[in-house]
């Protein structure tokens, strides 16, 4: 059997039970929430308009919603294939589920096992992958095409049409990096719209190559110089990548949390005490995407290390306002005092860690640090039930959104539905939203 034929039967082969539904009920409350949000944004606006000009189908929800769910940089992340999985593989399952009027647990374990596919085929592609393409634009279509060919009922032939069909469309470049532009809100909305339309023609017997990641024309071949085939079907009976996949609390790129986190706690002991220096150890991934002492933009300031532990440092705590202008000229004299040095003991155990040194010298000599091997929201340190209500009540707010309470319950509650409508599960109207005049934090 070629690989995509392999992952597929490991996947239709892996039971799920009531514990991953409830993980995944959580993991659809956190998307619907950022969904929201997104909207409460220039990029937001944006993307709303464009979709407003023309009658909405599946395809055109499914990237208005993915895009929307990228952009405040809150969404889940899985650490070992840099990839977040839940803004491409969701709003597949969101569109599709609804036009079909599929039950929520069929909606559920679609999203599971899109979460599978692309989370493992992100585990393969070796680390200089990332370098230059990203993980979640092209590995995320190929989750995207997994829950909707699911929900669409294809049988485990037409799922690897579906796979080789996602797999010759993976694109998404890096580049954007470079000048804080729009573009990777565009990589989760086009991967996922992208695994939509592979699914759809799998369904009507369009066919895709299966042997997509392996061929010697491939997806391996062309864009993974290292790649690690042996990782995508790894550990078959270990639980469902979505339990290993992290929610963030804070804002920003995930490579700069664990930072974020040990920064916050240094912020409450420096007891009025100004940093003359600050040292942070982290991965050279860390650094290849988040090393920017002096950004320009709200995005650019998501991205830099520097200005987001500054800010911690500073504030003792990150929000939306973080990243505006006023809070980039707060935090640019602290960034100047920083060194970033790619830590050995982190660089070895990444990618399944994403670990963090801050060391700060003060200005009365006295020295101070903080290290994390985990960062907040991880795995190994979940945010507990009320942290995640917290944040979608937060996610809600700045989105306009009112009686947050009451889509806790239909969301949560979703397992039990035989079916949902537009009205029933996204707490916003396309088409008559009202978004607040002003900003909300």
Partial sequence: MSLTEQLVY????KSIDDEDIEAASWYLLDAIANIAAGLN??????????????????SRKVFFMGSLMHILEMDDLHRRSVVHPGCVVIPAVIAVGLRAGISGRMMLEAAIKGFEACTRIGNSVGPTHYKIWHNTATCGTF???????NLMGLNSLKLCDALGNAGTQSSGLWEFVEDGSMSKHLHAGRAGQSGLIAAELARHGFSGSHTILEGERGF???CCPDAMPEELLSNPDSQWQIHQTSIKPWPSCRHTHPSIDAALELSSTLDGEFPESIVVGVTQATIDVCDNSNPKTVYEAKFSLQHCVSIAILYGQIGFDSFDSEARQQAS???KKFSLKC??????DYPDAWG????????????????RKNAKGDPEARLSPKEMLEKAEMLFRYGGVPNAEVWYERILGLSREQSFGDSDLIPVSYTHLTLPTKRIV
């Fill in 10 to 13: 490991l996947i239709e082969n």
């Fill in 41 to 58: 944004t220039d990029q937001g606006r944006i993307l709303r308009s464009w979709f407003l000009e023309e009658s909405p189908d599946t």
């Fill in 333 to 335: 004299g602290l960034a």
């Fill in 143 to 149: 989750g995207a095409a997994y829950a909707a060919g």
């Fill in 356 to 371: 963090a040194k801050v060391k700060v010298k003060l200005t009365n000599g006295k020295e101070l640090s903080v290290r």
């Fill in 343 to 348: 830590n050995e003991e982190f660089e070895k």
């Fill in 220 to 222: 391996y071949k062309a």
